[in-house]
């Protein structure tokens, strides 16, 4: 039975996609866990596709989904949910921002207590971009206050989950266009027991984001308040 299912959403990140499997493989070994990785390549314009079947192709644990259009990264989590059989969940980017040798470290927050999601928060910016640690830190603030919570990193997206938990979250995705940044309200909602652990967010390594006009993105999460409000309202912490 598989423990652990690793779902990585890819959109062009050819220079990346092949070291962070490995360094999965590695991490697996390392926490000795029985663990799955489940690529989906979001109709990436670059190799991305193809260094996705080579991966799949050489390691039997690596599994390859492919999007004929660009669906973003909360249907990119869909799919990989669907197709992965892991009794947990673990979701990061593909670029490496997030350190695949960090997974240990959520992994056994969840196994030792009774969580239903861990999160890894950023407490530590290595990413070069100012700009881009304001806007995140800045978008937590105004969610911790609108919605009555304390909560480090809101939109953290490396996140450990129980299977069942994530399929329940998932639910709500398609009322929001950027739920990425809403899903932990919709858990607190759910009543999900959360734990945030901390960690460090690194440069870049190789390529681009996929958020080219960071402003014009932040809108977009702007619009979706109104729903969130209406969906979440006050939330009261489980735990």
């Known amino acids: 039975m598989i423990d652990l299912s690793i779902i990585v959403p ?25 663990g799955e990785v489940v690529l989906i390549d979001d109709c990436s314009f670059d190799g991305t596709g193809l260094k996705i079947k080579e991966l799949s192709s050489q390691f039997k644990n690596v599994l390859g989904i ?12 869909n799919s990989g949910l669907k197709s992965s059989q892991g009794k947990h969940v673990l979701t990061i980017d593909a670029d490496l921002q997030y350190r695949p ?3 240990g470290i959520l992994y056994r927050e969840m196994a030792g207590n009774n969580y239903d ?15 881009r640690k304001f806007l995140s830190r800045s978008l937590s603030c105004i ?13 953290s997206g490396f996140v450990i989950y129980k299977r069942d938990v994530f399929l329940g979250i998932l639910k709500d995705r398609k009322r929001y266009r ?9 858990a607190l909602k759910k009543g999900y027991r959360l734990k945030q652990v901390p960690v460090t967010f690194y440069p870049r390594k190789r390529g681009k984001s996929f958020i080219k006009n960071p402003i014009l993105f932040s809108f977009k999460v702007m619009l979706d308040i109104p729903r969130a409000i209406f969906d979440f309202g006050i939330i009261k912490r489980s735990d």
């Open 66 to 77: 492919t999007h004929s259009r660009n669906m973003g990264i909360t249907e990119a989590w």
């Open 10 to 34: 890819s959109y062009n990140e050819e220079g990346n996609i092949k070291e962070l499997v490995l360094k999965i493989l590695d991490e697996f070994d390392k926490i000795r866990v029985n």
């Open 117 to 131: 999601l861990v999160q890894g928060w950023r407490r530590k910016y290595k990413d070069r971009s100012l700009f």
């Open 143 to 155: 969610l911790n206050l609108l919605f009555f919570v304390r909560l480090h990193d809101i939109k």
């Open 178 to 186: 950027a739920f990425q940044h809403f899903f932990i309200l919709s």
């Open 101 to 103: 040798e960090d997974i």
